[in-house]
């Protein structure tokens, strides 16, 4: 089994709220810092997880001068878990614990790293930012202020420890735009390329999936895996994370990204699942000869339609660029740095 998601990112549906932080990244982006800003549960505490007790304040990570402690990564696990953690049995809790710890802590390097390098460029979150990005969130879900102190409280979240998390997700937000983001170009010569290498009609389309089992037994463990994920995603995880976390397929790593895929090399399941959806959406689990799949809809290419194919040609070329100068730029941050991982 894969990581939860990308810890590089926080994500706060399930607190009936996403960070709202002007200028924000795109989807993949976003999903980049997913889960990562965990605080200290308590320190000395201990637990009895797998092979025996550990204590919450172990160093499992030095980050150049800074430290992560196996309780901010069981946080940030435990966080990333949600629901699911609430309602499964210990037994389980312990399974998604032992197979994800090892790349839930890379995520959480990866975004100490970024936050020491906004630190060194002196990039910062004001109270006025912060305030300002906690005020349209109200609004958007028009809550009141005991309607907003009630669902942090719910979800174990004190308001400094909420402002704290979000200030590093502004300072994340800034800090990416500046070295990644706002030097991205696509030229005209490349738009015209994508254009007329997709002149039939199809779809963008992301996929979890899982691979056909060998007996009967397997394959009900695999519709009830499926099940579980298609329930975290209804409850508002994000597909990316979850395809990182679940996929067999080698999209996966791309958060199910599968591009664009031309309509007359779908499979009948695929079409017929696709014809009945709205941009956006996702499908429930369905089989087809080769596993299950979940999927979900990132655009309809009407080819008809010049400048809306020109727009879909310069959203995934931006796209694109993007993911690659990020991972580069992380590439070159953790070559730059003394990483040191203790699990």
Do not use: C
Not at 161 to 182: A, F, G, H, M, P
Not at 272 to 290: A, D, H, N
Request: glycine letters at 6%.
């Amino acid at each position: 089994m894969k990581a939860f998601g990308d810890i590089r990112h926080v994500s706060i549906d399930r607190v009936f709220y996403k960070w709202e932080v002007k200028g924000g990244e795109d989807r993949e982006v976003k999903n980049k810092w997913r889960i990562g800003f965990a605080t200290l549960i308590s320190i000395l505490l201990v637990t009895a997880f797998s092979d025996g007790a550990i204590l919450y304040d172990r160093v499992v990570a030095i980050v150049d001068k800074e430290v992560i402690t196996w309780g901010e990564l069981y946080r940030a696990m435990e966080f990333e878990a949600g629901t699911f953690f609430k309602t499964e049995s210990e037994t389980e809790k312990k399974k998604f614990f032992k197979e994800n710890e090892a790349s839930f802590l890379e995520s959480m390097i990866d975004m100490n790293l970024q936050l020491q390098a906004a630190q060194k460029l002196d990039i910062s979150a004001s109270k006025e930012e912060i305030e300002e990005t906690i005020d349209s969130i109200k609004k958007k879900y028009q809550m009141t202020d005991q309607q907003w102190d009630d669902s942090l409280k719910r979800e174990g979240f004190t308001k400094e420890e909420y402002r704290r998390r979000l200030s590093d997700q502004i300072i994340l937000s800034k800090i990416v735009t500046q070295q990644v983001k706002n030097k991205i170009v696509v030229s005209e010569a490349e738009l015209n390329e994508y254009v007329a290498r997709h002149q039939e009609p199809g779809y963008s389309v992301r996929q979890i999936f899982f691979k056909k089992p060998e007996n009967g037994y397997e394959r009900m463990m695999v519709e009830e895996k499926a099940e579980m994920v298609f329930k975290r995603l209804l409850a508002g995880e994000d597909f990316a994370g979850l395809a990182r976390q679940f996929s067999d397929d080698p999209s996966g790593k791309m958060g199910g990204d599968l591009g664009f895929v031309k309509k007359d090399l779908l499979g009948k399941e695929f079409l017929e699942v696709l014809s009945g959806m709205k941009v956006g959406e996702i499908s429930r689990p369905f089989w087809t000869e080769q596993g299950l799949h979940i999927i979900k809809l990132e655009d309809k290419l009407d080819t008809s339609n010049a400048d809306e194919l020109r727009e879909l040609a310069r959203k995934k070329l931006v796209e694109r660029k993007f993911n690659e100068e990020y991972k580069n730029w992380i590439r070159s941050l953790r070559e730059k740095a003394y990483v040191e991982v203790k699990l």
